[in-house]
């Protein structure tokens, strides 16, 4: 009973609902939410509570629906106006098998407002579902009372065995319709709270999956996605189904329930295989007896501006579709839309950031003396969009027409998983670019330096941490001069070629407007021919369940190992690196080796 109250509460989006049973001296509650107290404790209301409203449903066996009673001249003195805080209230009967009048099932306003067409409606259905739940327990007293007057009677005429029979056979039949009514308000119930917390369209079809259980369980429920000209069937994450290996893609020109629904924007309903053979062209009659299908019925997907798709609801015999169960079912598909549209909008904003971040991640410079590849992987999770990047740029000349300038490179890494992240990420990144370039000779300390500045006087939210290094051809020798200005980040490392790999710990506070202008410092190591230096932000050591520490040991080993390899070769083993648990987090990764 508590139940229905919620789902009235939730259907017609009121505060007060209950379910109202009168007797002669007192209103009992057994189904109730948003009474205060003490009415919620006692579950029950004196009999001025409900003499001029749940009485006069109980006495006429109509409906009252009231805008605003303090309007109303039967009601503006009633004590529940004050106590209940009762300003609007629509009431409908609750029946046993017989018509008699039990009670009321009641929605409760503490404002006025006019009762929807749809929602009285909505209202009247519940009270039906409602009336067949009191049935229920109605007949199955008297069932067991029936089966102990048997017990005792075995001996009675054959016409009261007959009566007997046929009685029972009554309350098997209402047992079932009853039990069907209250699997339907199940239905909606679990769909308003289950498809209100999808997050992609994976997760929708999860959900639906499991949505229909009870009395007329489909054999198989299928969610598709117009796309243009095309309907999509949305696989399954976590069960193989049949229908799903064999079609994905179906063009709306297709002659199966499914397109039809889609094209003349109305539920279609085939019944059984004839009818199908009858009204669709032999494609569809060949799957569907494939996948041993008999009765579907395919329910468009309304959004707010366009119809989204199709739900197809497929049993595998023959399968009587009621108005109550119809329309049920049509009701779960407009939350299934609901679910659909939103899954689609996240989607697209996630597709969009994606593709907005790796558009900014740099096409690495040629270079001759020094080899350079980067690899970027984005979060396991799908609705995970970080602030990673790497930048590797030429500096200009020291002298027109001279020979080409240091390198810079840049691995960071700005704090937070949304597109605020990715769009500060893209400010930090160009601020820092311009930041280096206006202070030659361009030491990565100066240009950390600025940017610390500019961070504490623009608004801009930005946090995180980074290494800005150049990379310096050595005088008179093959190898490099590498300087670095670490923010925060993790220590990059230097494998030299006799195999040996430090760790170049030297580091500054992160970067954060809040700590203010900060003067960066820097160090300087020398790179010898055949030494590899590998840069990287905190996604590929940390994992849930790992230490730390224990993952940057490894790296090293690996990088130990395989150091020597072309950098390309070596960011192959580190994206297979480590193999236990996908990256909560987005991995950048940038490997240079001088040959």
């Given at each position: ?7 009235v ?11 109202s049973?009168?007797e002669?001296?007192r209103q009992?509650?057994?189904g ?5 107290e003490?009415?919620a404790?006692?579950r029950a ?5 409900a003499?001029?409203l749940?009485?006069y ?8 629906v ?13 004590p529940a106006?004050?106590?209940?805080g ?5 009431g409908?009967?609750l029946?046993d098998?017989d ?11 503490h ?9 009285l ?5 519940l ?9 229920l327990r109605?007949?199955?007293a ?18 009261a065995?007959?009566?007997a029979?046929r009685?029972?056979?009554?309350a098997?039949?209402?047992e079932?319709v ?7 308000a199940?239905l909606?119930?679990?769909?308003s709270e289950?498809?209100?917390?999808t ?13 229909f259980?009870?009395?007329g369980?489909?054999?198989y429920?299928g ?6 000209d095309?309907?999509h069937l949305v ?11 064999e079609v ?6 297709a002659a ?5 629904a889609?094209r ?9 295989r004839?009818?199908l053979?009858?009204g669709?062209g032999?494609e569809a ?6 996948m041993g299908?008999t009765t579907v019925?395919c329910?468009?997907?309304w959004g707010?501006r366009a119809?989204?798709g199709?739900l ?6 023959r399968h ?5 169960e119809?329309a049920?079912?049509?009701a ?11 899954a ?17 991640l740099?096409?690495l410079?040629?270079?001759?003396h020094?080899?350079i590849?980067?690899l970027y992987?984005?979060?396991a ?6 602030g990673?990047?790497?930048d590797?740029?030429?500096?200009p000349?020291a002298s027109?027409g001279g020979a080409?300038?240091?390198l810079?490179?840049?691995?960071g890494?700005i ?6 992240a990715a ?12 930041a ?8 990565p300390?100066t240009?950390l330096?600025a940017?610390?500045?500019a ?6 939210d930005a ?5 800005h290094?150049r990379?310096?051809l050595?005088?008179?020798?093959p ?5 670095w200005s670490?923010?925060g980040?993790?220590p990059?490392l ?6 040996r790999?430090?760790?170049l ?8 407007r ?5 003067h960066?410092t820097?160090a300087r190591?020398?790179?010898p ?5 590998l840069?990287?932000t ?7 369940g790992?230490d ?10 690996l ?16 994206s297979s ?6 990256p ?12």
């Open positions: 009973m508590d139940r229905f109250a919620r789902l509460s939730r259907l017609l989006r009121v505060p007060v609902a209950f379910v049973l009168v002669e001296d009992i509650l057994p109730m939410i948003g009474l205060p003490p009415w404790g006692r209301l004196p009999l001025s509570h003499h001029a749940c009485r449903v109980v006495t006429s066996g109509q409906p009252l009231v805008p605003d009673a303090r309007a109303d001249d039967r009601l503006r003195t009633h106006i004050e106590d209940l009762l300003i609007a209230y629509a409908m009967p029946t098998t018509g008699l009048v039990l009670g009321s099932l009641c929605a409760v306003d404002e006025a407002r006019t009762w929807g067409g749809g929602e409606t909505d209202l009247k259905d009270a039906a579902a409602c009336s067949a739940e009191l049935c109605i007949l199955s008297q069932s067991r009372s029936a089966q102990k007057v048997l017990e005792t009677a075995r001996a009675a005429a054959e016409r065995r007959r009566d029979e009685a029972r056979s009554d098997q039949r209402l079932h009853a039990q069907a009514a209250l699997d339907h199940e909606l119930l679990r769909a289950e498809l209100a917390q997050s992609g369209l994976e997760d929708v079809r999860r959900r639906v999956r499991d949505l259980v009870g009395v369980k489909p054999s429920v969610l598709l996605v117009a796309d243009k095309e309907l696989a399954d994450p976590d069960v193989d189904h049949s229908v799903e290996r994905l893609t179906l063009p709306l020109s199966f329930p499914s397109t039809r889609m003349e924007r109305q539920a279609v309903f085939v019944p059984d004839e009818a053979v009858a669709y032999p009659v060949g799957f569907f007896d494939r299908f019925l329910l468009p997907l707010s119809l989204l199709v197809a609801v497929c049993w595998a015999t009587e579709v009621g108005v109550t119809r049920t079912l049509t779960a598909s407009g939350y299934v839309a609901q679910a659909v549209e939103r689609l909008y996240l989607d697209e904003r996630i597709s969009v950031a994606r593709e907005l971040q790796e558009a900014m740099t096409d410079p040629l270079t001759d020094v080899e590849s980067a992987q984005p979060a999770v799908g609705d995970m969009i970080g990673d990047w790497y590797a740029y030429r500096l000349p027109p080409p300038g240091a810079m490179v840049t691995v890494d704090t937070g998983h949304d597109m605020h769009t500060i990420m893209g400010q930090i990144r160009s601020m820092l670019r311009q280096t370039l206006d202070h030659p000779p361009y030491s300390a240009a330096t940017l610390d500045a961070c504490s006087v623009l608004p801009i946090s995180g941490t980074l290494v290094a990379l310096d050595a005088d008179g020798g190898g490099w001069t590498l300087t670490n923010a980040h993790p990059p230097l494998r030299t070629p006799d195999g790999v430090s760790l710990v030297e580091h500054d506070i992160l970067l954060h809040g700590l203010g202008p900060f960066r820097e190591r020398n790179l021919a055949g030494s590899t230096l840069l990287y905190d996604g590929l050591i940390e994992r849930r790992r730390i520490d224990a993952s940057i040991a490894e790296l090293v080993a990088l130990a190992t395989h150091g020597d390899r072309p950098p390309a070769e070596l960011l192959r083993r580190i690196w480590p193999a236990d648990p996908a909560g987090d987005d991995v950048v990764v940038l490997a240079l080796r001088v040959p």
